[in-house]
């Protein structure tokens, strides 16, 4: 059971470049997030998901995009890479929503840097 | 704009210590509150979660809330070295049941 799975761990991006960023997860959760993370801030929910097929926006969704064509897979697409956009970025599932109590499930992270 | 808020540290307590972390939150009708532990480098991992007043305890570790002052607070018994990280708040607002709105963290700081 490897629970939640990002590649890459780092990459480092030019500015205008795009880049997918993908995220998977074993434990047959139907709810699944992107966060990212600044320095010496808080989690910033990018999107979310609660099944297959179905996706919606968080607080910062722009510039950003997803897909869920599978229960396991959530990968999440940049377009047009800004300096804005460097970051560390954290796929979660659970198997419910946030507010139903239940644990969000973390990987381990994507380290990514746009010059 | 709904708002959580902690003491970013970082907090130093000696090895042995009680160790308190403290978290408002700003929507009064938020249900659920959950303390996430995040070494450095590394992706957070739950700690507890509380949703009712009062007390609740895991061990050495011990969540409380007021909701009437809009506080949440955790409670680190025999602190050790190995407790040493940023503990994030995340609170679930009234109006959203699949969103946490995330705190900053407060780094701790658990000195032998």
């Known amino acids: 059971n490897a629970g939640v799975t990002q590649t890459p761990k780092f990459r480092i991006l030019k500015i205008g470049q795009s880049m997918t960023l993908q995220c998977t997860q074993d434990?047959?959760?139907?709810?699944m997030y992107w966060y990212r993370q600044d320095p010496g801030m808080g989690l910033k929910l990018i999107y979310y998901s609660v099944g297959a097929g179905i996706t919606d926006k968080g607080e910062v969704p722009n510039g950003y995009n997803v897909s869920r064509s599978t229960t396991e897979d959530f990968p999440l697409r940049l377009e047009l890479a800004a300096p804005s956009q460097t970051s560390v970025y954290f796929c979660?599932?659970?198997?419910?929503?946030?507010?139903?109590?239940?644990?969000?499930?973390f990987g381990p992270g994507t380290r990514l840097t746009v010059t | 704009q709904k708002e959580v808020e902690q003491n970013s540290g970082p907090l130093s307590v000696p090895e042995g210590a009680i160790a308190s972390l403290n978290c408002t939150y700003s929507?009064?009708?938020?249900?659920?509150f959950f303390w996430y532990r995040q070494y450095s480098g590394k992706s957070p991992e739950l700690i507890m979660f509380i949703y009712s007043n009062g007390d609740k305890e895991d061990g050495r570790f011990t969540a409380q809330l007021n909701k009437a002052s809009q506080y949440v607070s955790l409670l680190i018994r025999d602190s050790q070295p190995s407790d040493s990280a940023t503990y994030l708040c995340?609170?679930?607002?009234?109006?959203?049941?699949?969103?946490?709105?995330w705190g900053a963290g407060t780094k701790l700081i658990i000195k032998p």
């Open positions: 929507d009064r009708g938020s249900q659920s």
């Open positions: 979660a599932s659970s198997y419910t929503l946030a507010g139903g109590q239940d644990e969000q499930y």
């Open positions: 995340a609170v679930n607002p009234m109006d959203s049941n699949y969103q946490l709105i």
């Open positions: 434990m047959n959760h139907n709810y």
